[in-house]
């Protein structure tokens, strides 16, 4: 269940963040991965918290 959410957390901030653009502009190379390591810690945080919930 934590999987299924956090894979589609992880669709939908790729499809917002896409804007259409084929390449990254050089310059947003940092900012993408400060971005990145964001959703990264909100995705463990949501799985942390699902883990230790008793409920279905």
Do not use: H, R, Y
Request: aromatic share 0%.
């Amino acid at each position: 269940m934590a999987a299924v959410g956090a894979a589609a957390l992880l669709a939908l901030a790729c499809t917002a963040c896409d804007g259409g653009d084929t390449a990254a502009p050089s310059s947003g190379g940092s900012q993408a991965t400060s971005e990145l390591n964001g959703i990264q810690s909100t995705l463990d945080s949501i799985e942390s918290d699902m883990a230790g919930d008793g409920s279905p």
